[in-house]
T-cell receptor, first 110, second 113 residues
Framework: KNQVEQSPQSLIILEGKNCTLQ??????????LRWYKQDTGRGPVSLTI?????NTKSNGRYTATLDADTKQSSLHITASQLSDSASYIC?????????FGTGTSLTVIP | NAGVTQTPKFRVLKTGQSMTLLCAQD?????MYWYRQDPGMGLRLIHY???????AKGEVPDGYNVSRLKKQNFLLGLESAAPSQTSVYFC????????????FGPGTRLTVT
């Protein structure tokens, strides 16, 4: 069964600290993996898109990694800011199908 | 450049009523999508379109219909609303194929009583 699982479900960190969010998937055949940031009450915004051959991709303070062999991805946030408080969603696509994780809710506190 | 817009932002319906949600994009994108998002669940694809005049079913299409008469608009219809359709609905568009970045609208919060 094609599934995307994210951990942790929620996370609270102090402003300025780093954190890493995890995404494990069983989707096959793999097309690409995306990370989205969704602020409360808004639509998701794309952070990164990675294909099979890409191991790392950065977008400012956000760095995503992909291990296609173990079917794992991580999103690392460096020097967190209050504005990073949001839900982070991992999406794996297989052809014209999309499989969404339930997201990690991140809260950054001062 | 407004990106992806959705109308209305909020709506309350009674069971059995019908309504249409409108999605518009001004980026000349070929692909458009309708998703629903429910608490504790990931976004789920309802229907999508790969170009003007085309539509296709997604993961949860039952109870919904769509139309793409113009490239910039993608309409989602509920013919007879049910409480199970209470959700937040998101529209998205992408330049071309499914491997391209999707741009999401702000969402429509629908409550069916």
């Amino acid at each position: 069964k094609n599934q995307v699982e994210q951990s942790p479900q929620s996370l609270i960190i102090l402003e300025g600290k780093n954190c890493t969010l995890q995404c494990n998937y069983t989707v096959s055949p793999f097309s690409n993996l995306r990370w989205y940031k969704q602020d409360t009450g808004r639509g998701p915004v794309s952070l990164t898109i990675m294909t099979f051959s890409e191991n790392t991709k950065s977008n400012g303070r956000y760095t995503a990694t992909l291990d296609a062999d173990t079917k794992q991805s991580s999103l690392h946030i460096t020097a967190s800011q209050l504005s990073d408080s949001a839900s982070y969603i991992c999406v794996v696509s297989a052809g014209n199908q999309f499989y969404f994780g339930t997201g990690t809710s991140l809260t950054v506190i001062p | 450049n407004a990106g992806v817009t959705q109308t209305p932002k909020f709506r309350v319906l009674k069971t059995g009523q019908s309504m249409t949600l409108l999605c518009a994009q001004d980026m000349n994108h070929e692909y458009m999508y309708w998703y629903r998002q429910d608490p504790g669940m990931g976004l789920r694809l309802i229907h999508y379109s790969v170009g003007e005049g085309t539509t296709a079913k997604g993961e949860v299409p039952d109870g919904y219909n769509v139309s793409r008469l113009k490239k910039q608009n993608f309409l989602l219809g509920l013919e007879s609303a049910a409480p199970s359709q209470t959700s937040v609905y998101f529209c998205a568009s992408s330049y071309s194929g499914h491997s391209y970045e999707q741009y999401f609208g702000p969402g429509t919060r629908l409550t069916v009583t």
